[in-house]
Nanobody, 121 residues
Framework: QVQLVESGGGLVQAGGSLRLTCAAS????????MGWYRQAPGKQRELVAV???????NYADSVKGRFTISRDNAKNTMYLQMNSLKPEDTAVYYC???????????????WGQGTQVTVSS
């Protein structure tokens, strides 16, 4: 059983910082791309940032220069450092990972349960 668990969300004032963590556990053979997504009330889920197994990154325009995605392959863990937070960053943040489980021969997408980030003005 593979699962992703996010942590690090909370309430912060505008201009503040938070660091989100996503830990993958279970019978994992390999992890390919990992990413952070967010969903604000009344809006569709959107991509925030992705990082490949080799460390290549890509960001949504709205977070470029403020957010930094990273991963520790040895720990099967991904991070999102969020600086200069704005009220419009308020959302539930989800991690996603393309994982090949030990019992499988193909990669599947796994999602975490989400963590709330609230930025007050």
């Amino acid at each position: 059983q593979v699962q992703l668990v996010e942590s690090g969300g909370g309430l912060v004032q505008a201009g503040g910082s938070l660091r989100l963590t996503c830990a993958a556990s279970g019978s994992i053979f390999s992890i390919n791309d990992m990413g952070w997504y967010r969903q604000a009330p009344g809006k569709q889920r959107e991509l925030v940032a992705v990082v490949s197994s080799g460390g290549y990154t890509n960001y949504a325009d709205s977070v470029k220069g403020r957010f930094t995605i990273s991963r520790d392959n040895a720990k099967n863990t991904m991070y999102l450092q969020m600086n200069s937070l704005k009220p419009e960053d308020t959302a539930v943040y989800y991690c996603r990972a393309d994982i090949t489980a030990v019992a499988r021969r193909f990669s599947e997408a796994y999602w975490g349960q989400g963590t709330q980030v609230t930025v007050s003005s």
